[in-house]
């Protein structure tokens, strides 16, 4: 007879909890809802609209769009302009970036050590180009660069020569390049330092007991730390260099005849969609150059990890 109730309430039991695991699910819906409705419409939504739009080809005259499947794709993986384009900013990208991740923790360092007075003033003072918008910067980087105006200019007519031409065809990666830097570094050195004040204090007393130096306490103990940061941050500069767009955008207005509208992958796809009306193969460009991203980044977190293992 107990055996038989323990029997009947058993399966009630298991049905009670699957009701309250389904109202629990329910309630949980209600909160995730809007963020996926939001994420769908502004993430998926955009990412599958360029991908049909890159499936398809518009043909001149009265042929309109018809289907044509991977050939879009197959013509910018021959596109010399696309591969000229993705050139300069691997090239940016391979020089820039480590120079940049390094000035940052460097500055990071300085501001996370004892020795240095008026830190909180001079992470201030770094991180300060990041909150200029970034159209402002190049406007004023712009001035200082012209060659009949501005600083190069001053400074051309006070020594008597021609030789200091920022805007010029062999300077203009690297004066991008400044700009990038000098509007970044406060913000990767922020990462840097925003890791560096997790470090349990038991670490540094621990190496100060074994005797470590300034600098054997940077080895042993803060660059460890900082592995994971030096990762994420490394992983948005990788972002941020292939989608450069805005700083040679800008300055084109000052040398058109040294930034084509090819200059980097984003400015080729912009301006076949504005100013080409080739949107199919735009799309097709964004495409390609958001996956190419997306590899080299993945990869980059990947080892990443497992060095941190």
Same mark, same amino acid.
């Given at each position: 007879?107990?055996?038989?109730? =323990?029997?009947? &309430?058993?399966?009630?039991?298991?049905?009670?909890?699957?009701?309250?695991?389904?109202?629990?699910?329910?309630?949980?819906?209600?909160? &995730?809802?809007?963020?996926? $409705?939001?994420?769908?419409?502004?993430?998926?939504?955009?990412?599958?609209?360029?991908?049909?739009?890159?499936?398809?080809?518009?043909?001149?005259?009265?042929?309109?769009?018809?289907?044509?499947?991977?050939?879009?794709?197959?013509?910018?993986?021959?596109?010399?302009?696309?591969?000229?384009?993705?050139?300069?900013?691997?090239? !940016?990208?391979?020089? #820039?970036?480590?120079?940049?991740?390094?000035?940052?923790?460097?500055?990071?360092?300085?501001?996370?050590? @004892?020795?240095?007075? @008026?830190?909180?003033? *001079?992470?201030?003072?770094?991180?300060?180009?990041?909150?200029?918008?970034? &159209?402002?910067?190049?406007?004023?980087?712009?001035?200082?660069?012209?060659?009949? *105006?501005?600083? =190069?200019?001053?400074?051309?007519?006070?020594?008597?020569?021609?030789?200091?031409?920022?805007?010029? $065809?062999?300077?203009?990666?690297?004066?991008? $390049?400044?700009?990038?830097?000098?509007?970044?570094?406060?913000?990767?050195?922020?990462? !840097?330092?925003?890791? /560096?004040?997790?470090?349990?204090?038991?670490?540094?007393?621990?190496?100060?007991?074994?005797?470590?130096? +300034?600098?054997?306490?940077?080895?042993?103990?803060?660059?460890?730390?900082?592995?994971? =940061?030096?990762?994420?941050?490394?992983?948005?500069?990788?972002?941020?260099? !292939?989608?450069?767009?805005?700083?040679?955008?800008?300055?084109?207005?000052?040398?058109?005849?040294?930034?084509?509208?090819?200059? +980097?992958?984003?400015?080729?796809?912009?301006? /076949?969609?504005?100013?080409? #009306?080739? *949107?199919?193969?735009?799309?097709?460009?964004?495409?390609?150059?958001?996956?190419?991203?997306?590899?080299?980044?993945?990869? &980059? #977190?990947?080892?990443?990890?497992?060095?941190?293992?």
């Amino acid at each position: 007879m107990a055996q038989s109730v =323990a029997q009947r &309430v058993q399966p009630a039991a298991v049905a009670g909890r699957k009701r309250r695991r389904a109202s629990q699910d329910g309630k949980g819906w209600i909160f &995730v809802g809007p963020f996926l $409705a939001v994420f769908a419409l502004t993430f998926l939504a955009p990412i599958g609209y360029a991908i049909y739009l890159s499936l398809y080809r518009n043909q001149a005259f009265f042929g309109g769009r018809v289907f044509v499947g991977l050939d879009n794709y197959t013509e910018a993986l021959q596109d010399p302009k696309f591969w000229e384009a993705f050139g300069r900013v691997a090239v !940016f990208l391979v020089v #820039q970036v480590p120079i940049m991740l390094i000035l940052a923790l460097l500055a990071a360092l300085a501001i996370d050590s @004892a020795r240095l007075h @008026a830190s909180g003033f *001079f992470r201030i003072v770094i991180f300060l180009p990041y909150a200029v918008p970034g &159209v402002v910067a190049v406007l004023m980087w712009g001035y200082i660069y012209g060659d009949n *105006f501005g600083l =190069a200019a001053n400074l051309n007519d006070l020594f008597g020569t021609t030789a200091i031409q920022p805007l010029s $065809a062999n300077w203009m990666l690297p004066s991008i $390049a400044n700009i990038v830097t000098w509007e970044f570094v406060g913000y990767n050195m922020l990462i !840097f330092y925003s890791a /560096l004040r997790t470090v349990p204090g038991e670490l540094y007393e621990a190496a100060a007991i074994d005797g470590a130096g +300034t600098f054997r306490t940077v080895r042993a103990v803060k660059l460890p730390a900082l592995r994971g =940061a030096i990762v994420i941050a490394t992983i948005f500069s990788i972002i941020g260099s !292939f989608q450069l767009f805005n700083e040679p955008n800008i300055l084109r207005t000052l040398a058109p005849n040294v930034i084509t509208t090819y200059y +980097t992958p984003n400015m080729y796809a912009y301006n /076949l969609s504005f100013a080409g #009306q080739q *949107f199919n193969y735009s799309a097709t460009i964004a495409i390609v150059m958001g996956v190419i991203t997306a590899v080299i980044a993945y990869v &980059v #977190q990947l080892r990443g990890s497992r060095e941190s293992l």
